[in-house]
């Protein structure tokens, strides 16, 4: 049995030419590596490689809801909040067609271009225009941890882009806001490394990262190959995120395949489907994982999370589809919860999809639930009443506060 070789070296971000030449090598052999993969195998790469998961779902902890907190203390280090695919700080539901035509554009000027990435500005005037259905990616999150005493940055990284390119543009994102703290010279408190003074040029604002969904692998990536001057992980939060890979990645590649195989103009080679697509199958993650070690001076967290929908909502068939590939594994829709595994588990939201852990559910009035469910096929599905997100979110930067971050 072939397995594809797999190539990767880490991008050196000190050296601009370099970081591009090192991100353009990794994306075109990755691509080209994952797109050869026999599909159609479901073997481990190697022993080395495969990532052992129980056949069942093992729960250790599963939330229900979350009591309001009465005393609460906010991390003493900045919070970024790190967002998934398709997001930016919007959440991409529906593209409008100037979208859909440059994210198409892009990935085939990605597949043909000596460089994949040619610009490291974000451009947002020109690449994100607003979509036909788009929302505020961490909906009231931000402004309640806020409230709550807490200092928080949203990062902002390709929607659709690569790990590397993602976790690259990551990291710039970051040195670029804690130089706005230190020139703030910080209302809030912020330790930094060695308590050193916020205009000490030499010093290092450390940071904990709250990663949803790819978000986390872009922030693993980082961590692990991109070192900074300016700021230092303190720790790692990662909610559903597919660090095992997603099978509804696998079936999107899958179907890509297919297609590419039976459309006589895609035969020269040119694809439309973006690289980070590939990169979340559960057999690219296993490489991922064994090239990408945990840094020993960051601590890692995890959550995952996990519901049976009706049929009204928006992750219906996805969840479907997890569910047969994943041989019935707990799913959120996106990932399941035996992927959402990293460092230390703290716990399973139960009733929770994948937008619901970013406060989406909000925006669905609970009368217009009834109604639906009411008219449901599926009546006898019972849904029960979500998770308080926003007192979720206390819950996690509470804990980070009493474990001294």
């Not at 505020?136 to 690569?162: D, M, R």
């Not at 199958?281 to 996990?306: E, H, L, Q, R």
Request: proline share 4%; charged share 20%.
């Amino acid at each position: 049995m072939w397995f594809p070789n797999f190539h990767i070296f880490k991008s050196k971000a000190n050296n601009d030419d370099e970081s591009k030449e090192s991100l353009n090598d990794i994306s075109e052999r990755c691509l080209h590596d994952v797109k050869s993969y026999n599909l159609e195998s479901n073997a481990s790469l190697n022993s080395n490689l495969d990532v052992e998961k129980s056949s069942e779902t093992p729960i250790e902890y599963t939330f229900e809801n979350f009591s309001t907190l009465k005393d609460y203390t906010p991390p003493k280090y900045p919070i970024v909040f790190c967002h998934g695919l398709s997001g930016f700080d919007k959440l991409i539901l529906i593209p409008s067609i100037a979208q859909l035509t440059r994210i198409v554009n892009y990935s085939i000027q990605s597949n043909m271009s000596d460089h994949f990435m040619e610009n490291d500005d974000l451009q947002e005037d020109s690449i994100y225009e607003k979509g036909f259905l788009e929302i505020e990616y961490w909906i009231g999150i931000k402004t309640f941890l806020k409230k709550n005493g807490c200092t928080v940055l949203t990062a902002k990284v390709p929607p659709f882009g690569s790990i590397e390119e993602r976790g690259s543009t990551l990291s710039k994102y970051i040195d670029h806001e804690v130089e706005k703290l230190k020139k703030r010279k910080a209302k809030q408190s912020i330790h930094m490394e060695n308590q050193k003074d916020l205009t000490n040029e030499n010093s290092k604002i450390k940071v904990n990262l709250i990663a949803h969904s790819m978000g986390g692998i872009d922030s693993r990536y980082m961590i692990s190959n991109i070192p900074s001057k300016k700021f230092q992980v303190a720790s790692l939060t990662t909610i559903a995120t597919p660090h095992h890979g997603s099978e509804m990645a696998d079936y999107v590649v899958q179907l890509f395949h297919d297609l590419h195989n039976a459309t006589p103009f895609t035969k020269n080679n040119t694809d439309i489907l973006p690289l980070c697509f590939y990169q979340l199958t559960t057999y690219y993650m296993k490489y991922f994982n064994n090239i990408t070690p945990n840094d020993p001076n960051v601590a890692y967290y995890s959550y995952g999370c996990y519901f049976k929908p009706a049929w009204y909502n928006v992750f219906y068939p996805s969840w479907k589809i997890i569910n047969e590939l994943s041989n019935g594994q707990l799913n959120d829709g996106m990932v399941t919860v035996n992927s959402s595994k990293w460092g230390r588990y703290e716990g399973t939201l139960k009733d929770m999809d994948h937008l619901d852990v970013i406060n989406w559910q909000n925006n669905v009035p609970q009368d217009i639930r009834v109604t639906l469910q009411k008219n449901s096929p599926e009546s006898n599905v019972v849904q029960n009443q979500k998770i308080d997100t926003l007192q979720f979110y206390l819950k996690v930067t509470s804990d980070l506060a009493q474990r001294g971050f």
